[in-house]
């Protein structure tokens, strides 16, 4: 297999995109990317977007979009795996470079929520659960990671303070970041002031329903050496599944797909987790982010709650987590996530976070994760 | 939300809790499978799940999903029952202050939603505290 | 011989105060209390109706049994509050215990009656020889229209029977029915609320059927009031029942331990079932049951029981009624009550 290297990465502002439809927005972060690459055509390209089905009525998006791209006839398709169809879109145009069948790859992912009701979208992010055995019963998105919550804090002991200083912390990072959809501070106060979603959750727990897109271009390692700018490759990556219904899990508590993701990538990069110098996770929900690095292996089983609090995930700490701002801050147009977490990763590593800017950062991970851990797909990037 | 025949073929689950219990492993699939998530064997035998159980989970909705809108506030967990086999379930004929991880209850037949003023009602189970 | 195998009752655990009620409509709530003899009434969640009750009070009268679901014949529900118009509550309840597909299954509606109906009918087979046991269920979740009378008795709950040849732990003696068309009360279709006809519902009505049944199965039967051990009357408030128990000659001390409605209110198609249903929960063996349904159109059904020894051995088995009546209990305001009982009206 070749080597594979980011050359190229776009992304716009996310928020509720009123203006822009699904086709705009994607088009207009891939010319971004496409100018940050230096390239004039792609090969192949590769859509992670959860359910444009869902959201705007429109299946077929890989052609869709290679049309608007002016790029037919190229190969285009669009991969699923709910909210990790992002990061499932980047191992799959990994894998086209890395196997040879394809040298210039664009990978995107796009989500358009707002032409729905609020319902409808909800019920569409439902459909990343159990429908017969988990929807059927009344259970929401929130709900199940409320039950994690519950869970991991008779267990661990973690805290309702602990869980919004997740929040606090990727606000904070979030107001540093023009692309955010929430670019501005908030306090525990506020966070254990909002509305109740689903106990112990709160409004401020849960990320947003956002438009947007994000795109990365991809080419044979060798290719990339030649354009005089910081190469980022792709170290290693890994994907899992585990049940699709929480009831069924071992252990509530633990992201077991995310765990064998993550090994699965350590391995393929030869690293191990204290070796990581930034990291973006998949923060759809406060919990998430404490339950993630636990399984990332990045603390200790248990202690996720205990680290956030001693800010060892801030920006400023040992291992930062969601310089971005995670989903809380920066957005969650689902499709869009796993890719978005790359292109922070690689902004990194390339120095070009700004304000974000994590110092002598030179290994990166994203770890991008489908409904209530059902899949996981972990990434790791290399400064070369 | 169900179509008349695709509610109409987990009947067997949602009235009867009807499982499959693996012939080499005793792993029970609920629902029922075809292949044996724990051995890979293929040879189920019928058997009903246990009527009670504990609660292991627990959460209390507040921004419900539309067909539940009116149900609001309602409490959902992930019940243990006493065969071991786990369920997600509504709580419900319960103090919301009270609920405890690790509180017994067992299960009642229950309306879960319905279709509208004029679609199918739709049956099945739910957890009250014993 | 044939007669009761398994009993089983279902009470929701919601109630409502009588004060709760007036409040909001501007009544004196204690005339009520005393005019009625009610206190308070049982409500059900918004997610139960005649068939979640129906397949609980069956799951409890499957315990006594004690026999395998499968071998029942007939599945018989007798509500005046079926969820559908059409489309049976029966088979929802046939399939939840595991009946089906070898049954028969029927759906009764005749006011408060419905419950015995439905009793007479899997009986009558079962003594046929036709079938080798039989399930049947007076359930109802009835409706009072807002600020009406009505409102402080209609309540909610189910009682079922399964009847056979074996193990019987209540013998059927005799059974006797009066029936004339009496517009008393009555609900055409589409119509949300039931109407009637105020004090029409009293003597040319409820005391007119239940005396004509009650006399017509002592006539048949040959026996008298000092006979019976216990009596059971259709309990559409806490009065009615003594007042027809002394026009036909019982005492107070009979009605008694099936006189649920001053803290359940009118279960309709459940009320004089599940006043059975509390009555086997404390009757000796050998001991005699009146019971005399009455529904509005109208009509009544008469049952005589004797008690078997069996009924020890399996009482235990299930909750009892009065245990469902007074475990447990949720105290509504009115506008959760509103709500529950779908009263308020919404945007579609």
């Given amino acids: 297999m070749r080597e594979v290297a980011v050359i190229g990465v776009g992304m716009t502002k996310w928020g509720e995109l009123w203006e822009k439809s699904l086709r705009q927005i994607f088009v207009e972060t891939a010319l971004l990317a496409i100018d940050d690459a230096g390239v004039d055509k792609v090969d192949s390209l590769i859509v992670g977007s959860m359910s444009s089905g869902l959201f705007i009525g429109q299946e077929h998006i890989g052609s869709l979009l290679a049309d608007y791209l002016g790029q037919t ?71 199940l990671y409320a039950l994690i919550a519950r869970a991991h804090m008779e267990k661990y002991g973690t805290t309702r303070e602990q869980l919004a200083l997740v929040a606090v912390k990727n606000h904070e990072n979030g107001s540093l970041n023009p692309l955010a959809q929430f670019p501005f501070p908030i306090t525990v106060d506020s966070v254990l002031n909002s509305v109740l979603v689903a106990d112990p959750l709160r409004v401020l727990d849960c990320s947003p329903i956002t438009d947007g897109a994000a795109v990365v271009i991809l080419c044979p390692l ?126 990194q590593l390339r120095e070009e976070a700004g304000p974000r800017q994590v110092k002598g950062a030179r290994l990166g991970l994203t770890q991008n994760m489908g409904g209530s851990g059902g899949s996981a797909v972990v990434h790791i990037f290399e400064r070369v | 939300m169900p179509t008349p025949a695709r509610f109409w073929r987990e009947i067997p689950q949602r009235y009867r809790l009807e499982a499959g219990k693996c012939k ?62 786990r369920l997600t379930g509504q709580i419900v004929d319960c103090d919301f202050e009270a609920l405890k991880i690790g509180q017994r209850v067992k299960i009642e037949f229950r309306k879960i939603y319905q279709d509208g003023e004029s679609g199918v009602i739709y049956y099945g189970y739910k957890f009250v505290p014993e | 011989m044939e007669g009761i195998v398994g009993y089983g009752a279902y009470i929701p655990r919601n109630r409502i105060r009588v004060e709760e009620i007036a409040k909001v409509w501007g009544a004196d709530a204690s005339s009520y209390r005393k005019g009625l003899l009610v206190d308070e009434k049982s409500v059900p969640s918004p997610d139960q109706d005649t068939i979640t009750m129906s397949v609980e009070a069956s799951k409890n009268a499957l315990k006594r049994a004690r026999i395998n679901p499968r071998e029942i014949g007939a599945v018989y529900v007798g509500s005046e509050s079926h969820p559908y118009a059409v489309k049976p509550s029966g088979t929802v309840l046939a399939e939840a215990i595991g009946a089906t597909p070898d049954v028969h299954t029927a759906d009764f509606e005749f006011a408060c009656k419905a419950g015995t109906e439905g009793m007479f009918v899997a009986l009558t087979l079962v003594k046929a020889g036709e079938i080798k046991y039989g399930l049947a269920v007076g359930a109802d979740t009835s409706q009072g229209a807002p600020g009406d009378a009505l409102e402080y008795t209609t309540a909610a709950g189910a009682a ?122 404390i009757a000796k ?45 949720f105290y509504l305001d009115y506008g959760t009550y509103a709500k529950f009982r779908q009263k308020i009206r919404k945007a579609s």
């Fill in chain 1, 73 to 143: 006839p190229i190969p285009a398709a669009r991969v699923e795996s709910a909210c990790a169809s992002g990061g499932l879109a980047l191992k799959m145009g990994f894998l086209e470079v890395a196997s040879g069948v394809s040298d210039i790859v664009m990978v995107g992912g796009v989500e358009k929520m707002t032409d729905v009701s609020g319902h409808e979208a909800t019920y569409a992010l439902g459909t990343a659960a159990d429908q017969e055995y988990e929807c059927f019963h009344g259970i929401t998105f929130p709900g």
């Fill in chain 1, 222 to 347: 060798e290719m990339a050496k030649k354009l005089k700018k910081p190469i980022v490759k792709i170290a290693g990556f890994g994907q899992a599944t585990d049940t699709i219904a929480l009831s069924s899990r071992r252990d509530i508590t633990w992201l077991e797909s995310t765990y064998q993701a993550a090994q699965k990538a350590y391995q393929m990069a030869g690293k191990k987790p204290e070796d990581i110098d930034v990291v973006e996770v998949h923060d759809c929900f406060t919990i998430a982010e404490i339950c993630v690095i636990e399984a990332l292996g990045l603390v200790e089983k248990g202690k996720g709650g205990k680290a956030v609090e001693e800010g060892l995930t801030s920006l400023s700490g040992k291992i930062p987590v969601n310089t971005s701002g995670g989903l809380k801050a920066k957005g969650h147009p689902v499709g869009a996530t796993g890719v978005a977490q790359a292109i922070e990763v690689v902004k």
């Fill in chain 2, 24 to 85: 080499r492993c005793g792993f029970i699939a609920f629902p029922p499978r075809l292949i044996c998530p724990a051995c890979q064997n293929r040879e189920f035998e019928t058997i009903r799940l246990a009527d009670a159980g504990k609660i292991l989970t627990f959460t209390i909705i507040r921004v419900p999903p539309h067909p539940f809108i009116d149900q609001a506030p309602y409490a959902v967990g992930i019940v243990e029952l006493d065969d071991g086999v």
């Fill in chain 3, 160 to 281: 079922a029977f399964i009847f056979g040849r074996e193990n019987i732990v209540a013998e059927a003696l005799h059974t006797y029915s009066y029936t004339t068309d009496t517009p008393d009360f009555w609900r055409r279709e589409y119509q949300y609320y039931p109407q009637h006809g105020g004090r029409f519902t009293g003597d040319p009505a409820y005391f007119k059927h239940i005396v004509g049944a009650g006399k017509g199965i002592m006539e048949k039967s040959g026996l008298k009031p000092a006979d019976f051990h216990y009596v059971i009357f259709h309990q559409p408030n806490g009065k009615f029942p003594f007042r027809v128990g002394e026009m036909l000659g019982f005492t107070k001390k009979q009605i008694e331990p099936g006189w649920l409605v001053n803290k359940l209110g009118n279960t309709y198609s459940g009320s004089s079932p599940m006043g059975l249903t509390a009555t086997l929960d």
């Fill in chain 3, 285 to 329: 063996p050998g001991e005699l049951i009146l019971i005399v349904s009455y529904g509005s159109g109208a009509g009544s059904d008469a049952f005589v029981f004797r008690v078997t020894e069996k009924i020890e051995e399996v009482r235990d088995l299930a909750p009892k009624t009065r245990e469902l009546l007074e475990k447990n209990r």
